[in-house]
């Protein structure tokens, strides 16, 4: 169960355009509020009462959670219906905050071996289970994990039930434990009209055996208002064919800016990682240990080879400030 409350508010439009998500199968059934072409400058936020999550995610049910791709592919079917044009992007001085995030440096576009803070998040929408991927970076709280937007929130609509995050995960196991929500967070850009131009989202774990996530799993440097077009190293746990999400992948390149949709402000490097990916860190430079500046958001088709991340600036680091002091 969640109840949501909203901060601030200011007048934005709807943007539209012909997105294709990475495939999956599935569907949310939560009726999701109606956009009202009102964007809230602010952050959206749902506390977690419901503690049964880690018990709730059994090895069957984490393996049959369906990629939640599919609702970053229903926010922009949503927005269809309200053309727009999105105003230029608020942007910041560059701010960059240093984690604790151990020292890997990994192959690039190939299979990987855990990382300690990235992992997989499960968790359900209008009775459906859903699966994302997520990582730990550094907060005030030390319990905060990214993702994507879409994968704790519908995007206009509900935030997510049974949130939980299983840091390195691998066939199925759970070396660090499941790590329940007790708070989400996210963009109200995101939360009330979807825009995929704020498709990031953060959660607020409670503790396990006492014991905060950073403590036990490092969390990784932020970065906001960076330059463009640097070089990432990205992660994730693709699910849908001819993946398994079983495993952590990487895809490495140097960042270009969306030529199909420029109205998102998103940025791509080269990638075919699928669904299940989405939420997954995008790190400055070539390895794990980098400063988090995305997250894994949406590719289009099924034979994408670029996976798309939202640009980091001043709106989506208010929603890390916010769920970073959270107690």
């Known amino acids: 169960m969640t109840s949501t409350r909203t901060l601030a508010t200011s007048l934005m439009s709807l943007t539209t355009a012909a997105l294709f998500a990475l495939c999956s199968a599935g569907q949310a059934t939560a009726a999701p509020a109606?956009?009202?072409?009102?964007?809230?400058?602010?952050?959206?936020?749902?506390?977690?009462?419901?503690?049964?999550?880690?018990?709730?995610?059994?090895?069957?049910?984490?393996?049959?959670?369906?990629?939640?791709?599919?609702?970053?592919?229903?926010?922009?079917?949503?927005?269809?219906a309200s053309p727009a044009v999105l105003p230029e992007q608020a942007k910041g001085p560059e701010t960059k905050i240093q984690g604790s995030a151990p020292q890997i440096q990994a192959k690039a576009n190939a299979s990987e071996t855990p990382v300690s803070h990235i992992g997989k998040v499960f968790f359900t929408l209008g009775g459906t289970n859903y699966v994302c991927s997520a990582n730990s970076v550094v907060s005030t709280n030390r319990n905060t994990v990214s993702t994507a937007g879409h994968c704790l929130n519908e995007g206009p609509g509900a935030f997510a039930t049974k949130f939980t995050f299983v840091p390195a995960y691998l066939n199925g196991s759970a070396p660090y434990g499941k790590w329940t929500a007790k708070a989400l967070y996210a963009p109200t850009q995101w939360s009330s009209s979807g825009s995929m131009e704020y498709d990031t989202g953060f959660a607020v774990m409670s503790q396990l055996n006492g014991r905060?996530?950073?403590d036990v799993v490092g969390?990784?440097?932020?970065?906001?208002?960076?330059?463009?077009?640097?070089?990432?190293?990205?992660?994730g746990y693709p699910a849908a064919s001819p993946f398994n999400g079983e495993s952590l992948k990487s895809c490495s390149?140097?960042?270009?800016?969306?030529?199909?949709?420029?109205?998102?402000?998103?940025?791509?490097i080269p990638c075919n990682?699928?669904?299940?990916s989405s939420?997954?860190?995008?790190?400055?430079?070539?390895?794990?240990?980098?400063?988090?500046?995305?997250?894994?958001?949406?590719?289009?088709?099924?034979?994408?080879?670029?996976?798309?991340?939202?640009?980091?600036?001043?709106?989506?680091q208010q929603a890390y400030n916010t769920a970073s002091s959270a107690s």
Do not use: H
């Open 279 to 316: 939420g997954g860190p995008w790190f400055i430079g070539t390895s794990s240990s980098g400063y988090q500046n995305s997250v894994n958001s949406y590719g289009y088709g099924t034979n994408s080879t670029k996976m798309y991340g939202p640009y980091w600036g001043s709106v989506i």
């Open 34 to 80: 109606q956009p009202d072409n009102k964007d809230v400058a602010g952050v959206s936020s749902a506390a977690v009462t419901d503690t049964s999550g880690a018990d709730y995610w059994t090895p069957e049910r984490m393996k049959s959670a369906i990629p939640a791709d599919v609702l970053a592919k229903k926010a922009v079917d949503r927005q269809k």
């Open 212 to 214: 905060n996530l950073a």
């Open 253 to 268: 390149g140097t960042a270009t800016n969306d030529p199909y949709n420029p109205q998102f402000n998103s940025q791509g």
């Open 219 to 235: 969390a990784s440097g932020v970065s906001f208002n960076a330059a463009r077009g640097l070089a990432y190293k990205a992660f």
């Open 273 to 276: 990682m699928t669904g299940g």
